[in-house]
């Protein structure tokens, strides 16, 4: 009996394993170090993500495969694994200090936060849709158990629990999707796939349509886009903070890269069906975003429903099906996760006094903590969308390549949910600069979280100004799906 | 015909016995109907010639999960009545849902036409369980490293979510407790009647 190996090549792969080996790596160390030691575990895997980094960087993003297709490495699985890392390594660095004070710094944090940084990994280079769920599950298996890793807080568990019994019933519906694909074309690949759509002309079963639309509910789930957002406000606001900024990025960058394999590798020809239910989702989550978000006083939850108003523009971009409209998506990614990093590294640097998560506690900022104020001001503005930051730059790149696209009615409605919204980040800069101060904000501002602040709020200025690298980036990245 | 006979059979108690562990009022008769979901299910995979698949359900599902199910159900002291009655305020909304999602699942089994070429490892002459043992480890040989990680994740989750280290374990000092001698230990006293030990 013959055994058929398939086409092995490891180089490609050797940015997981890097993280694979070192998460394992990790994990023997911390038990090895005991209590003692265990700070050290947080900046060797910040290491580790730098070294991963540049790993991705030297890789070739040649557009080759192994396992039979099953992995894929191109200039898009490249650019999205870098932002991974950086979406990563950011909100690791903010939450160092918050990580050790608040006891979660058995290097197990560390251990599954890696493991959670490799599911995001093999999620971008999928090539078929087996890989994808895998990925999806190491990632958000992970993240599950970083949401209730404050083990004596009620809220956390309860944030812990909520994610992973809605997660699993949107791996559920996602795997449901997956199902009804194969049974459709008899193949999981992505390639397979769209092949089986142009050779059917238009005569595809229905079953094809609702397995895409399940799949799309399913990766909805992640990406936290309404009507599948009701889990965001309430896990955002019990997880620990810094677990919080992380989830606020990563899985996005994640589950956006799996949206544009499935929807522009296996889906392309259809667009005509996906297009309009992702700008209806666009639609809701752009209206939950600004309308829900003004009713919040905590800030975690207000910052989970601007993620969801955020997660609006992106679907719009998205939604153009056209090469602009790609491009609009990771500009405005990129800079999300520099302005959503930034804002939740002010929230982890007001905790340390044992304040922060209520939008009150930022009254009077201004005139103890000058500087921090001003950044946390330049970020909301920039969530906003007010220029010359760089969100602003996002929101125009995503409506340009809408109105190309010939959705003027949807540009509009985005503009206007943008004015909407601007009132809610205008509300925090408007408690910093214009109330007293009712907390003493004594606390000491490490200097890695500092680096991070003033490193993001740089990003926002020089993107908001000149974005012609962020730009030229994004154009060879999307190339290949021209 | 014999097949189809046996087939509604099993497909019949599947569906009374799902019906049976969300509806029961008991948890632990909850859990008994989900051990008979699972071997019914069990059936209808052999009657497909999934015989590997029918074995793992039974082997793990029943043998492991379900009996852990058990054990949580019994263990916890939960009053599921309240639950349920919170449960039935949205049963007019869960009952809408199910009902759109089966007329979308009817609608798309009439009209779809099952292509048999796609269901090769059911019907190729291997036996099902060596086929999926050549694939497993050479075509699929990366997915199944991946569900390995994703088996030590859940593996350090769980200790993470549960261990608690007790501020002073209590443990035994073998060297200690053979040092002692019987003077250090046994006192004898003298206690006059009514008056007590002090």
């Known amino acids: 009996m013959p055994v058929q190996m398939p086409d092995i090549n490891l180089g490609l792969m050797l940015p997981e394993i890097l993280v694979a080996l070192l998460a394992m790596a990790l994990l023997l160390l911390s038990a090895w170090y005991g209590k003692e030691g265990r700070g050290t575990i947080g900046w060797m895997s910040i290491l580790g993500i730098g070294l991963t980094a540049l790993a991705i960087m030297a890789s070739g993003g040649s557009g080759e495969t192994t396992f039979g297709g099953m992995f894929v490495d191109d200039q898009f699985s490249r650019f999205m694994k870098l932002l991974l890392c950086v979406s990563t390594a950011l909100p690791l660095l903010i939450s160092l200090n918050y990580v050790r004070e608040h006891k979660m710094d058995g290097g197990e944090y560390y251990v599954i936060t890696l493991f959670s940084m ?15 769920y895998l990925g999806l599950e190491l990632m958000s ?8 890793f404050k083990r004596g807080d009620v809220k956390s568990s309860e944030a812990g629990l909520k994610y992973f019994i809605l997660g699993s019933l949107a791996s559920g519906i996602l795997l449901y999707g997956i199902s009804l694909i194969y049974g459709s074309f008899g193949s999981v690949s992505f390639i397979d796939v769209a092949q089986g759509i142009t050779s059917a002309h238009g005569h595809l079963s229905p079953a094809v349509g609702l397995g895409m639309v399940m799949i799309i509910g399913g990766l909805s789930f992640k990406i936290a886009a309404a009507p599948f957002h009701m889990w965001a406000p309430d896990v955002y606001e019990g997880s620990p903070t810094s677990v919080t900024a992380l989830m606020g990025v990563m899985p996005k960058v994640a589950a956006f890269a799996v949206l544009y394999r499935v929807l522009l590798i296996a889906f392309p020809g259809l667009h005509d069906q996906w297009g309009p239910l992702l700008q209806f989702m666009a639609v809701l989550s752009l209206a939950v975003g600004s309308f829900a978000a003004i009713a919040q006083t905590n800030i975690k939850r207000m910052l989970a429903y601007s993620a969801v108003g955020h997660i609006g523009f992106l679907l719009i971009g998205l939604a153009t099906g056209t090469s602009d409209g790609y491009q609009s998506v990771l500009i405005y990614l990129t800079i999300y996760i520099f302005m959503n990093t930034g804002a939740f590294a002010l929230v982890l640097i007001l905790n340390q006094d044992g304040i922060g998560d209520n939008l009150t506690d930022f009254k009077g900022l201004a005139k103890k903590r000058p500087y921090l104020a001003m950044l946390m001001a330049t970020f909301m503005f920039s969530m906003g969308g007010i220029p010359p930051l760089a969100g602003f730059i ?6 340009m390549a809408a109105v190309k696209a010939g959705m003027i009615t949807i540009a509009i409605v985005g503009v206007l949910f943008s004015a909407v919204s601007a009132f809610y980040y205008l ?11 009712e907390s003493p904000f004594s606390m000491e501002v490490s200097a890695t979280s500092q680096a991070v602040v003033v490193l993001s709020g740089i990003i926002m200025l020089v993107w908001g100004v000149f974005p012609g690298s962020l730009l030229a980036w994004t154009e060879t990245t999307i190339r290949m799906f021209q | 015909m014999v097949a189809d006979i046996v087939f509604y059979l ?3 108690i599947t569906v009374v016995a799902a019906l049976g562990v969300v509806s029961a009022k008991n948890q632990v008769h909850s859990v008994l109907f989900l051990v008979l979901t699972f071997f019914t299910t069990a059936a209808l995979f052999v009657l497909l010639g999934a015989e590997f698949l029918a074995a793992i359900l039974v082997m793990v599902y029943m043998g492991a999960v379900a009996i852990l199910f058990l054990f949580v159900v019994m263990m916890l002291d939960v009053e599921f009545s309240t639950l349920k009655e919170e449960a039935v305020q949205y049963l007019p909304l869960g009952i809408a849902v199910g009902v759109v999602i089966l007329i979308e699942m009817i609608v798309i089994i009439t009209q779809v036409h099952v292509d048999h070429n796609n269901m090769v490892a059911v019907a190729g002459e291997i036996p099902n369980t060596m086929e999926i043992g050549r694939v497993l480890y050479t ?4 997915p199944f490293e991946i569900a390995s990680i994703i088996l030590l994740v859940a593996l350090v989750g769980a200790i993470v979510l549960t261990l608690r280290e007790r501020k002073r374990p209590k443990r035994q000092n073998i060297p200690k407790q053979l040092a002692r001698t019987r003077e250090e230990a046994v006192e004898l006293k003298k206690v006059a009647s009514g008056e007590g030990a002090s």
């Open chain 1, 118 to 132: 490799l599911g995001g990994m093999i999620m971008i280079s999928s090539g078929d849709f087996v890989m994808l």
């Open chain 1, 141 to 148: 298996l992970s993240i599950y158990v970083l949401a209730a």
């Open chain 1, 394 to 399: 996002g929101k125009l790149y995503v409506f």
């Open chain 1, 427 to 437: 509300r925090v800069v408007k408690y910093m600069y214009f109330d007293e101060a």
């Open chain 2, 10 to 12: 099993f497909a019949t």
């Open chain 2, 139 to 142: 075509k699929y040989l990366l």
